[in-house]
């Protein structure tokens, strides 16, 4: 797999930085409306405080997934500064422009990805 072009980092970081900020929006928006849910909890009946807690919990695991996520598009964007992006952090391979194109902020090759799905 050959090393990424300056032009191709430079199209990833925008991408990154695009996603960084939608997330970071995403996430603390979601974490106002579960805010919300816990409030209206004292206001509504039992069935209903039932749903209102599941939708709480599916909010939060969509939280944590996208906190998670943000997470991982820091750590990329450092290592672009760091001048050591698109590489696999368990076998070194280039990651590939096409497999970040997709996801920018994968840190495994799709080898690797693979094996740790399993
Ligand atoms: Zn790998």
């Given at each position: 797999m050959p090393r990424l072009t300056k032009t191709e980092i430079n199209h990833?970081?925008?991408?990154?930085?695009?996603?960084k900020e939608e997330l970071k929006?995403?996430?603390?928006?979601?974490?106002?409306?579960?805010?919300?849910?816990?409030?209206?909890?004292?206001?509504?009946g039992r069935l209903s405080r039932v749903d209102a807690m599941q939708q709480q919990n599916m909010a939060i695991s969509t939280r944590q997934k996208k906190a998670f996520r943000l997470r991982k598009i820091q750590i990329a964007l450092e290592s672009i500064r760091m001048e050591n992006y698109?590489?696999?952090?368990?076998?070194?391979?280039?990651i590939g422009y096409a497999r970040l194109n997709v996801q920018p902020e994968a840190n495994l090759c799709i080898n690797c990805q693979d094996k740790a799905d399993q």
């Open positions: 990833l970081k925008i991408t990154l930085e695009r996603l929006e995403q996430v603390s928006q979601s974490e106002s409306s579960t805010k919300i849910v816990t409030l209206d909890q004292t206001l509504i698109g590489y696999c952090d368990k076998c070194d391979d280039a």
